[in-house]
């Protein structure tokens, strides 16, 4: 299997514009989570998805924030309008349903200017 | 709720010596409890976890971890490090395999040659 997969890797930006921040997990994972990672914060989970319905969106910073899950191989996290407060690393991890060890992507580094 | 402390943000320690990385819970109910590793510019990837039964898990590159229901605690070890060890720590817990996983705020662990 190839892993969960992120796109892009990299994402440099101006403040005002849109990111989008693509994930695959890992084929049969029916659980899909959205973290960011910063200096600051830590890691923090922004929400997660079960069978492609969001459970838990608590940890959406706010309404410039907003993730998809459409079907069971694909999610994506965007936000509109970006800000200089957005950069950071933000990872998209899967698990399976009874199982507990989640796999993580290799992130997607943000950088807004 | 349930929180994980990390008093180490960073433990730089000699190669072939030995470490010790504390982590600490907090739970009202019984809870899984994990050690992720995230290595430079990667993602997180799980070391080892206790769900039940013995008290000490091991991982296959040599770290091993006990849980302590007395201490609420989950101190991560090994007897000697390599440099290869070098990366972020990550302890977490969570209720149930349904559960999400809240993780600490990392321990950096550093190896000098």
């Known amino acids: 299997d190839a892993g969960v997969i992120q796109s892009p890797r990299h994402e440099v930006t101006e403040m005002g514009q849109e990111v989008t921040l693509r994930c695959k997990p890992i084929?049969?994972?029916?659980?899909l989570f959205w973290y960011r990672q910063t200096m600051m914060r830590g890691l923090e989970l922004l929400i997660y998805?079960?069978?492609?319905?969001?459970?838990?969106d608590s940890g959406m910073p706010e309404d410039r924030f907003s993730a998809k899950m459409p079907n069971a191989s694909f999610s994506t996290l965007k936000i509109q309008p970006s800000e200089p407060r957005d950069s950071a690393v933000y990872f998209c991890?899967?698990?399976?349903?009874?199982?507990?060890?989640?796999?993580f992507g290799p992130g997607t580094r943000l950088l807004v200017l | 709720a349930q929180s994980v402390t990390q008093l180490d943000s960073q433990v730089p320690v000699f190669e072939e010596a030995p470490v010790e990385l504390r982590c600490n819970y907090s739970s009202s109910v019984s809870v899984y409890l994990f050690w992720y590793v995230q290595y430079p510019n990667q993602g997180l990837q799980l070391l080892l976890k206790y769900l039940s039964g013995s008290t000490l898990v091991e991982s296959i590159n040599g770290f091993e971890a006990e849980f302590n229901k007395s201490q609420t605690s989950f101190h991560l070890r090994k007897p000697s490090v390599h440099i290869s060890d070098t990366a972020e720590y990550f302890c977490a817990v969570s209720r149930t395999s349904y559960d999400k996983v809240i993780f600490g705020p990392g321990t950096s662990l550093s190896v000098i040659p």
């Open positions: 998805f079960n069978n492609n319905v969001p459970i838990d």
């Open positions: 084929s049969g994972h029916d659980y």
């Open positions: 991890a899967s698990r399976l349903t009874g199982a507990e060890t989640q796999y």
